[in-house]
């Protein structure tokens, strides 16, 4: 299983980015898909996730500004991050589980500056 995340980078704050993860090795279509995220200093944090038939949940900081999406053809999970603040300043990893594991995507750096 692999996990492979994209689209991170450096924004002004209250700019938009959109990270793409896109996940091999599995039936893509019947699994949750959780995007986490960790600061420096600080825990790794579910951000957002999608289930399999589409609902999503997001952790309040990000409620109204960030959605999480699904194109179960192209095998990929989105997140699109609008509004960001310097606070949403993390590595950012997707992750599914699968087969009794947990399985992580490398991560991608997202910078707000103020």
């Known amino acids: 299983v692999q996990l492979q995340a994209s689209g991170g980078g450096l924004v002004q704050a209250g700019g938009s980015l959109r990270l793409s993860c896109k996940v091999s090795g599995i039936n893509f279509k019947i699994y949750d898909i959780g995007w986490y995220r960790q600061a420096p200093g600080k825990q790794r944090e579910l951000v957002a996730a999608i289930s399999s038939g589409g609902s999503t949940n997001y952790t309040d900081s990000v409620k109204g500004r960030f959605t999480v999406s699904r194109d179960n053809a192209r095998r990929t999970v989105y997140l699109q991050m609008n509004s960001l603040k310097p606070e949403d300043t993390a590595v950012y990893y997707c992750?599914?589980?699968?087969?009794?594991?947990?399985?992580w995507g490398q991560g991608t750096l997202v910078t707000v500056s103020s």
């Open positions: 992750n599914v589980q699968a087969r009794s594991s947990s399985f």
